[in-house]
């Protein structure tokens, strides 16, 4: 385990939980969510759950982000908060 | 003492932290989409939990390696948050779902607006 | 044999069927109800057999692929579950009746679906009931959950739709605390198992007392949401109101119920009254918000005009009712508590189903347009009389029996102001209930040809009145069977 | 059609099987390293979601039609639970695979290795894929929903 | 004392049961609907009656019905004292059923099957209190008398009759939930609910204070009997048509409510601890209270019915007096006052109604000379009224005298002063009906007769009944025989 | 308006960092979850379910249930979207 390399993930993570929620484009939370399941896949790898990592992968940064795109494609990107 | 404290439980701290961000994504944003992006936020951040807490120090992949005497790490919290994960994504699903249908018969995704047009 | 494994199948049963709905509804749609009837009849036999199977040889432990448990899910039945089970599956049983007609009307084309969420439903929550294990208790509480958002969103109205959307936020929210309590038992204990759980737990606490309390925490606040208790029962009125009128029947006398048993399970089963009395005092908490509860759902009831929302907002008050039983911890108010789970669980499927049947006929909601439906409507309203009866409390019905137990569980636990709160419960409950009693019976409307609902809707209310009263006169068998060894078991002294 | 239509779609064609033969690879594969049903399911689904990208609603229903998405739907969980009934019906506990007689293999591990990898596995991955594609269907724009 | 067990109490409740539902399923044919409620009061006073041979000889009836939660049965058993309410309500009851039919009919009055469905299920009510064993059952039919009644009290269903109807319904029923509590608590204390000659709260160590508060949750439980400050939903329940105010003044509601407070005060409490505590002495001069103040107000009303809702009011009151007195001639008094207001107060509820169906008229001052008009009606009218000031030959005379005998036995001045005053405020405020009725002149032509013989030969025969009851107290089988058995029992402790 | 939520966030997450002084360190072999019921799964999976990757007999096997049940969530969310986004099923 490196330490420095594992407390930089774990610094983008909220980084990007911040930007995520706070972004008000919603395209681009979405996006965001999904460089946050990334990060979060690769934390896990470091903490040797492989198989949730690769669940995370491709569900959080994949599956889901195709549904979040989608369903904004139904609706609107817009967001006022 | 407190670098202990910090140090040995980075983790923890990191969770709480987006736990809390997700949290309060939920309860006070307007936007239906943010609210469900901090529903994902706050779930990971339970997952992070479940994850940190079996983590052994020193420990491998818990896939055997025939021949050798090595530590595993804890297999039950992935096997817990395997599960998550798929109720994460399940209730995701649902929840965009409602939000498509919610556009159609408002025309909008923010919640003080729907109120406004509610009966 | 196959009653070996009654307690797999009473939730096995109606999950496979729900899985085979959509393949059958292809070929042939009108068999649906029907086989969704049976399948939850099926299922009902079963819960049956698991409480016999207890009365006659104890707890039930059933492992789940033959692993041992801290190792494996277990199934674990006693009184209180398998009791529970029942209760449930026959309200859900009697609710399967009334939906054919009533979802016919409300959501045309979209039965196969729909009875597939709801055997998913029914799945989920018995699932719920009889597990042994605290992760399970997650999934199966999701299962449910998905399900319930889904059949809250397709009511009639749009506003279903936010209803639901913010029955799903709040839900997940307290589904996520549930999770994160599990997580910190897992973290101090190192295992999932309740029985387990409950044996590692004083050793645990006295370690790291601070995750100890914390997981109680987060699971008292998780149930509290799941349960609908006062503060935090903002997502009930609108789902419970907003939601096709099967639905309302079912979730608000089973699903609640269900979550109220969970909360039970967790508070006596894994953490113990001993723990809860002495070292956290939750029940003090516990039982000052069920009083709240149980007078502002009253009073809330009372300002409301439209008949699903003045049930929604009782509900509020009668699960008060429910975990005041068991927040005053001693035996007999226990016994209140639990045996209204049944009662009121009997009650509130019976009122919902009333509200569908008038809306099913005449598409009023609000009560005082009511005028004239006891003429129009006679056994709905004769129904309907009998329920509002039972849950003012008059003897002999079900309603009298939890609050005869709860008023001497108050005296008993020494708390007069709960003896008031409940006094003064029963005056409000008369005074929602009699408004739609006086407009239903007691304005001179014009019309009056009986007009009532199809057979398959009148027969489950008309069950469930009746059996308000049967149950009620005919309480002492459940008592002494079921519920004084249930008691000894979940609060020994 | 544009010429990155063309593109896209060609490469698209050619790639979908090889994460097909991934997908099926990360199933049956769950027994001895990491991935497993859902993980394999989910890769599955995604090669069904970049096929309907690229030749739209009516391409994509083609290979997959309503029907037979119905059907995966329930036979995945079909499968899972009715391996457990199976259990039951020769005698042992609901999902102990362990009771279930395979011909020549009389190990009770082995039996439950095979019916995980072969049966659960496979169960989960029909089910999750056959979701995910129905989600996915129900949400693209002029998909399947009526409006 | 031996205990019969016979059937015949559930017998009793289940008459008017079944013709409840038989008068549900005859609505089309309103003398068939009719001649029901009549066979049923036969019936119902047969099978009452049948059981005072064996309660004279000092037995007692018993059955349980069903054990509904652990020690709690529904049970009836037939003391004196039961069978003393039970008889009069069943008796009057045939009276009110064939006044009713007059009246309905020649108002020719809605919803009159619902009207005679609910008329049965209150004598249920009634009956049921009567024979209840044990504070469970009581309670139980006292719910059931309520939400009965409700209906017949807004019978109009005019915004006025809906009003009057609620606050007799909050009334009712919130005594209802203090009864439940005092049952409660009853049962929590002693751990059964049974009635005993001697009193159930006797000997279980129960402090003081909350004896007390027990008697006042009671006392406001039992309402129904329309003590001073709960008192104001029986003068809005005048609403009603006049046999409802009959029923419920005279037959059943009230009498259920007395009935319920001299079960508290006797069998639950018992003459020792009601007089070791001093409770009963404060009760004495409480209810005392009512008896003057309900008088005072019963002068200030003008409308003959409010006028007769508040002397019920204060003559209720007397009952309760004679029984806190603890005394057996106190005891003996409030007892006998039971059937004997019943007897007069329906006499006068019915002559009232008379007046209101033929005349037209509800204020006194509207009434002159209607006594040269209908002078058996007004005749009747001043038997009852006489009855009530305490003069001989009339019932009321009787029961007063027992009552002044208690004051004077348990040396309180102060009631017998009250007794004295308020039987002169009765004459003060009878007199000037009966005046006006036959001394005044009319101001104009009266044009009308007498009442249809189905509401002039009841109120007759209740008149003569009171007579009776007043000239020859002590015949065979009439009521203060019976009452010396209650009071037997209860003074000896029931050995 | 927006104080009331973060008071609310502010609540939990003080409720969580307080409890997790109490939290068994990061990777400590000795914490009671890597001292019950894991140990069990770690030694015997193997030889009892046939199958090398542990996470895998865990998942479908030991909590096999489990897993159906994360199955059936899955189902109920594709139906449940289904119910909600078609108005006509055929």
């Known amino acids: 385990m490196i330490w420095s390399l594992d407390i930089a993930m774990l610094f983008f993570l909220v980084v990007a939980a911040l930007a995520a929620i706070s972004v008000k484009d919603l395209l681009s939370a979405v996006i965001i969510l999904s460089l946050y399941s990334l990060i979060m896949a690769i934390v896990w790898v470091e903490l040797r759950a492989v198989d949730v990592a690769f669940t995370e992968a491709s569900v959080g940064a994949g599956i889901t982000t195709v549904l979040f795109i989608f369903a904004l494609v139904r609706t609107t990107g817009r967001s006022e908060d | 003492m407190i670098e202990d404290l910090i140090l040995a439980k980075y983790n923890y701290w990191i969770y709480v932290t987006l736990m809390m961000i997700g949290f309060y994504a939920v309860i006070a944003k307007k936007n239906l989409v943010k609210k469900v992006i901090g529903l994902n936020i706050f779930s990971t951040a339970i997952f992070l939990f479940y994850i940190s807490i079996g983590d052994v120090i020193g420990g491998t992949e818990p896939i055997y390696i025939h021949g050798e005497h090595v530590v595993y790490v804890n297999p039950i919290p992935h096997v817990l948050i395997l599960t998550g994960i798929v109720v994460s994504v399940s209730i995701t699903a649902v929840a965009l779902a409602l939000i498509i249908k919610i556009y159609e018969e408002f025309g909008t995704i923010e919640e003080d607006q729907i109120l406004e047009l509610q009966s | 044999m196959i009653f070996d494994n009654a307690p797999a199948l009473v939730v096995i049963f109606p999950l496979i069927a729900a899985i085979t709905v959509p393949i059958i509804g292809y070929y042939n749609k009108r068999l649906i109800p029907y086989y969704v009837t049976l399948v939850i009849f099926c299922s009902f036999i079963f819960s049956i057999s698991n409480l016999r199977t207890v009365m006659q040889t104890g707890s039930i432990s059933y492992t789940m692929g033959g692993w041992e448990p801290p190792f494996g899910i277990e199934y674990a039945i006693d009184y209180l579950n398998g009791f529970v089970s029942i209760v449930v599956i026959f309200i859900i049983f009697i609710v399967s009746i009334y939906a054919k007609k009533s979802v016919e009307q409300e959501l045309p084309g979209r039965t196969i679906n729909f009875y597939t969420v709801f055997l998913l439903l029914t799945a989920g929550l018995q699932g719920l009931i009889v597990t042994g294990d605290l992760f399970n208790v997650y999934v199966f509480l999701e299962i449910s959950s998905i399900a319930a958002y889904a059949l809250v969103s397709v009511g009639k109205s749009r506003d279903a739709l936010m209803a639901s959307m913010n029955y799903l936020i709040i839900g997940t929210v307290s589904a996520s605390f549930i999770l994160l309590g599990i997580g910190y038992l897992y973290m101090v204990t190192g295992t999932l198992n309740m029985a387990d759980l409950a044996d590692r737990l004083p050793l645990a606490f006295d370690e790291r007392p601070k995750v100890v309390l914390a997981a109680f925490a987060f699971f008292l606040v998780g149930f509290s949401i799941k349960v609908g208790l006062f503060p935090l029962h903002t997502w009930m009125p609108d789902a419970y109101s907003l939601a096709p009128s099967a639905v309302s029947a079912m979730l608000a006398s089973t699903f609640t119920k269900v979550a109220a048993y969970v909360m039970i399970r967790v508070m006596f089963t894994i953490f113990k009254p001993d723990f809860i009395i002495s070292t956290v005092h939750a029940h003090t908490i516990l039982a000052w918000l069920a009083a709240i509860a149980i007078i502002a759902g009253s009073v809330l009831a009372i300002a409301q005009t439209d008949f699903k929302r003045m049930l929604a907002y009782s509900s509020v008050s009668q699960i008060g009712y429910i975990i005041l039983g068991v927040a005053l911890m001693n035996q007999i108010a226990m016994t209140g508590g639990v045996i209204h789970i049944m009662n009121h669980g009997i009650m509130k499927a019976a009122l919902f189903m009333v509200a569908g049947a008038i809306i099913y006929k005449t598409g009023i909601r609000n009560i005082n347009d009511f005028k004239g439906i006891g003429k129009t409507m006679p056994y709905t309203s004769a129904a309907f009389t009998l329920v509002a009866l039972s849950m003012i409390g008059i003897p002999p019905t079900v309603g009298f029996v939890s609050k005869w137990y709860l008023a001497l569980g108050a005296i008993e636990a020494g708390m007069w102001v709960f003896v008031g709160v409940i006094m003064l419960s029963s005056l409000l409950n008369i005074v929602y209930f009699w408004r739609v009693f006086e407009n239903m019976y007691f304005y001179r409307a014009e019309g009056g040809k009986v007009d009532e609902v199809p057979l398959s809707m009148l027969l489950p209310i008309l069950i469930l009145a009746a059996l308000t009263f049967l149950l009620g006169v005919l309480a002492l068998y459940p008592l002494k069977e079921i519920m004084a060894p249930m008691v000894q078991i979940i609060l020994p002294g | 059609m544009k010429e990155e239509d063309v593109i896209i779609r060609t490469v698209i064609r050619l790639i979908v099987p090889f994460i097909q033969i991934f997908g099926l690879y990360v199933i049956f594969h769950g027994g001895s390293g990491p991935g497993g049903g859902f993980q394999g399911g989910v890769i599955l689904a995604a090669s069904m979601i970049l096929y309907v990208m690229a030749f739209g609603v009516t391409g994509g229903r083609r290979k997959l039609t309503e029907k037979t998405n119905m059907i995966m739907r329930s036979t995945g969980v079909l499968i899972f639970s009715g391996i457990g009934l199976l259990a039951i019906l020769f005698g042992g506990k609901y999902l102990d695979y362990g009771a279930v007689p395979l011909p020549f293999i009389h190990h009770a591990a082995e039996v439950r290795a095979l019916l995980i990898d072969g049966g659960v596995e496979v169960g989960i991955g029909i089910t999750v894929m056959a979701v995910m594609v129905t989600i996915f269907l129900e949400f693209y724009p002029g998909g399947t929903s009526d409006d | ?495 | 308006m927006r104080i009331l939520p973060l008071i609310t966030v502010l609540l939990v997450g003080a409720l969580l960092i307080w409890s997790a002084q109490d939290m068994p360190d990061m990777g400590d072999p000795n914490a009671p979850t890597n001292l019950h019921v894991a140990p069990y799964y770690i030694e015997h999976s193997e030889e009892e379910v046939g199958v090398e990757n542990i996470v895998s007999a865990i998942l479908a096997d030991y909590r096999g249930y489990d897993t159906l049940g994360e199955t059936t969530v899955i189902f109920t969310a594709g139906v449940s979207v289904l119910l909600l986004l078609r108005r006509r099923e055929d």
């Open chain 5, 1 to 495: 004392m031996e205990t019969i067990i016979t059937i015949k109490p559930l017998l009793a409740v289940l008459i008017p049961l079944i013709c409840a539902v038989l008068i549900i399923f005859s609505s089309k044919h309103p003398n068939i609907r009719d001649g029901w409620s009549v066979a049923a009061g036969v019936v119902l006073f047969l099978t009452v009656l049948s059981m005072l041979p064996d309660i004279l000889a000092g037995s007692v009836i018993q059955f349980t019905v069903i054990e509904m939660l652990p020690n709690l049965p529904i049970k009836f058993k037939v003391d004196a004292f039961g069978e003393l309410f039970g008889l009069t309500s069943s008796f009057l009851w045939i009276f009110t059923t064939f006044y009713s039919i007059g009246y309905m009919r020649s108002l020719k009055e809605h919803a009159q099957t619902r009207y005679f469905f609910c008329f049965s299920i209150a004598i249920v009510g009634a009956i049921g209190i009567a024979f209840s064993a044990n504070l469970f059952t009581l309670f139980l039919f006292y719910e059931v008398l309520t939400v009965s009644t409700y209906p017949l009290v807004i019978h109009n269903e005019t915004p006025e009759a809906m009003s009057g109807g609620r606050k007799y319904l909050l009334y009712l029923m919130t005594a209802g939930i203090f009864l439940f509590f005092s049952v409660a608590a009853v049962y929590y204390y002693t751990g059964t609910t049974d009635f005993a000659f001697n009193g159930i709260l006797d000997g279980h160590g129960i402090p003081v204070v909350m004896l007390k508060i027990l008697f006042i949750t009671f006392m406001i439980g039992s309402a129904k009997a329309a003590f001073m400050p709960l008192h104001s939903w029986l003068p809005s329940a005048m609403v009603a048509p006049t046999p409802v105010s009959a029923l419920l003044h005279a037959v059943a509601v009230v009498k259920a409510g007395v009935f319920t407070a001299t079960r508290v005060i006797l069998y639950v409490f018992g003459v020792d601890l009601m007089g070791e505590t001093g409770i009963g002495l404060m009760m004495a001069y409480f209810v005392c209270i009512t008896i003057i103040v309900a008088s005072f107000y019963a002068m200030t009303h003008d409308n003959l019915k409010k006028r007769l809702a508040y002397s019920t009011v204060s003559q209720l009151s007397y009952i309760v007096l004679g029984v806190s007195m603890l005394t057996p001639d106190g005891i003996t008094g409030g007892m006998l006052h039971i059937p004997y207001h019943a007897f007069m107060k329906i006499t006068l509820f019915m002559c009232a109604g008379a007046i209101i169906v033929t005349a037209k008229m509800e204020n006194i001052s509207e009434m002159k000379g209607i006594g040269r008009k209908m002078p058996i009606t007004m005749l009747a009218f001043t038997v009852g009224a006489m009855g009530m000031a305490g003069a001989p030959p009339v019932a009321g005379f009787v029961s007063k005298w027992f009552l002044l005998l208690g004051s004077v036995e348990l040396n309180q001045l102060p009631i017998l002063i009250v007794l004295l005053a308020s039987a002169l405020l009765n004459v003060a405020y009878f007199f000037p009906v009966i005046y006006t009725a036959f001394f005044q002149k009319p101001d104009k032509e009266l044009t009308f007769g007498e009442a249809s013989p189905f509401m002039l030969v009841p109120l007759t025969l209740t008149a003569i009944g009171s007579l009776i009851l007043g000239i020859w107290p002590d015949a065979p089988y009439l009521f203060l025989e019976l009452v010396n058995v209650a009071v037997q029992n209860v003074t000896t402790g029931g050995i």
